[in-house]
């Protein structure tokens, strides 16, 4: 490879791996999304505590129960949010301590987010490096001309 030219074994280990990285980018891909989607739902937690942190104990609410859908409840503990910590385990917070468990939860989502989104960038990156040079080795060379 030192002089330039490249084998045919080179070129089918170059295809291999780039299908191997269009996998890698795809599977990142699912990941930023679940990570964007775990992201919404801190948000909406912490709208949702700050929401209650001025209402009363007594007060009707609706409590969404999934797929756009609700339940009427009386809240009966408005300085107080059951949160889960992970690992299906939850526990029960003042709603200050929720809000600062829930921010520190979305600032490493956020990390992670942007971790995942420069692994996907550098995966585009070799990915186009390596098509590149399979374009150049590919194409049919044209036969020089004497003019």
Known sequence: MSDGKITQQQLQEMA???????????????????????IKDVETALTTI???????????????IGFSSFVNATLTSPDK?????????????????????????????NKY??????????????????EKVLQSHTQPQQPMRAE
């Open 50 to 64: 700050t929401s209650l942190k001025d209402e009363t104990a007594g007060k009707e609410i609706l409590v969404p």
């Open 113 to 130: 987010y942007e971790q995942l989104n420069n692994a996907l960038g550098k995966l585009a990156g070799e990915m186009q490096n390596i």
């Open 16 to 38: 291999s791996r780039h299908q191997q990285y269009q996998y890698q980018g795809e599977a990142i891909a699912q990941q930023l999304n679940m990570v964007k989607l775990t």
């Open 81 to 109: 949010v059951v949160i889960g910590i992970g690992a299906g385990v939850s526990v029960e917070k003042r709603t200050d301590d929720a809000k600062a468990f829930l921010e520190k939860r979305k600032d490493e989502l």
